[in-house]
């Protein structure tokens, strides 16, 4: 797998389902101490988004801003139940089960990758906020 650019177009987040996918994936972004990103099909046909700073090693920090905005999209989307309660909202690792698309898993995924990496814009435009 080549390293993911920043941003990362949605085309590109890897399909990490099942355990040797996921393994492989992860192992990846660990070896490139790049952050892990990744959907995963779920039975019922629906989709798992899936974030991980911890393979980027000790230099990479998330600041607080960012963990909010973070924070605030996935609250939203539970709110609009376009994902389901039981969303993990990091501040290292995030997942979100209950995706009704492959694309919208895909869009959600990038966007939350560009967001680990300080660009907050891609997650804004994914999920604008509340009105």
């Known amino acids: 797998m080549q390293l993911l650019p920043i941003p990362c177009p949605a085309h590109l987040i890897p399909d990490a389902t099942g355990t040797d996918a996921f393994h492989d994936v992860y192992r990846t972004a660990m070896a490139q101490q790049a952050v892990f990103v990744a959907i995963e099909s779920e039975r019922r046909q629906r989709w798992t988004v899936k974030a991980d700073t911890l393979t980027v090693g000790s230099g990479h920090a998330v600041d607080d801003a960012v963990n909010d905005a973070v ?20 501040p290292i690792y995030f997942m979100m089960h209950g ?9 959600l995924a990038a ?3 560009a967001a680990l990496y300080g660009d907050l814009g891609p997650l804004t435009r994914a999920v604008p906020p509340l009105s």
Do not use: F
């Open 71 to 90: 924070r605030a999209a996935i609250t939203c989307l539970v709110e609009n139940r376009e994902i389901d309660l039981d969303a993990y909202a990091g």
């Open 99 to 107: 995706v009704r698309s492959e694309d919208r898993a895909r869009e």
């Open 111 to 113: 966007a939350l990758h």
